[in-house]
């Protein structure tokens, strides 16, 4: 029986179980041996991250080819109208190539979201406002490139979804696991 832990990842914690740095790492909240992570989440970003002792499934979760679709709260600097969406749901180009079509709607504010420490930066006479963004692919730090590339930098980015999985009754910094 293979074994997969949802972990609410919180922020500036490496995505590893190991740091030369002194960084907080998975080990500081995660005691289970033999499990990996399947696939990464910047030190910057927070929330949903798999984990699983099973190396097929790990492969199935984290490789780009099985387009598992991957939804993100993005909270950004301004409010998008509607050819900003657009752009970013029919792809955006950027440096390493055009990003594939992604799903992309303003949402309110998440609700139950945990306190992020450190807070994000306020700007006094700009407001911010937040946005779901589901993607299929995983090019490196590709929703903050997006959300820049039209002109909305991104503030706060929470993983909310991988495939069926979410985070919805996980706390910043625990994890479920399920039994497969």
Request: glycine share 8%.
């Amino acid at each position: 029986m293979s074994r997969l832990l949802l972990f609410n990842k919180p922020f500036q914690v490496m995505c590893q179980f190991t740091d030369e740095k002194g960084r907080k790492t998975l080990k500081d909240y995660i005691k289970i041996p033999g499990v990996y992570a399947a696939g990464r989440l910047d030190y910057d970003s927070e929330g949903l991250l798999a984990l699983t002792d099973d190396g097929k499934l790990q492969h199935k979760i984290a490789h780009p080819t099985n387009k598992i679709p991957k939804t993100y709260w993005v909270q950004v600097e301004g409010v998008p109208g509607e050819h900003s969406l657009s752009q970013l749901a029919s792809g955006v180009i950027l440096k390493d190539g055009k990003t594939k079509p992604a799903q992309v709607k303003i949402i309110p504010e998440p609700e139950n979201l945990w306190r992020r420490d450190p807070p994000i930066r306020e700007r006094k006479h700009i407001p911010t406002s937040w946005i779901s963004l589901t993607i299929k692919e995983g090019k490196n730090r590709q929703v903050r490139r997006m959300t820049a590339a039209v002109g909305f930098p991104t503030l706060r980015l929470i993983r909310y979804r991988i495939g069926s999985w979410t985070i919805d009754g996980i706390k910043s910094g625990d994890y479920l696991i399920l039994d497969l």
